[in-house]
């Protein structure tokens, strides 16, 4: 098991290598070894309610998880409150991973929670279900669902 200070290290280390304008990038085990070790930690899932009711969601520690969407469903329509429901799911001094299905809707929910004050804002790479493999289907190639992380399916 890694200590906060190097997996903290690691998402420096991704964001001064590819000059992130958030705090850094974690891998699905490093976030959720990070939540295991810092209370303070939450995992922000920017995916739609139709993507956690139809797929399912990382399962963390009490009080760590928290629903945001980036986008509303159906439509893909940017959600208006976006920084308001952050703000109500966890603190600007909290240290915050975003996740969504593939780390796209992620990284531009790090950018504006960075603009907006959360100092700590990270992406989770790969994402939920990771990319597509040869034939079109996710979890097979990367991810939280591939990596053996605890979730709950729809």
Known sequence: MSTLEQLYGEAEKRRNENQLPYAGAVLPAEAFELLQLDPQARLIDVRTRAELDWIGRPVVG????AHV?????PGGVPNPAFLDELRAAAPADAPVL????SAARSKLAAVEAAKAGYARAFDLLEGFEGEK????????????CFRGLPWIGA
């Open 62 to 65: 009490d009080g760590q998880y």
């Open 98 to 101: 975003f996740l969504c299905r």
């Open 69 to 73: 969407e980036w986008t509303r469903y």
């Open 133 to 144: 493999d040869s034939r079109g289907h996710r979890k097979t190639v990367s991810g939280w």
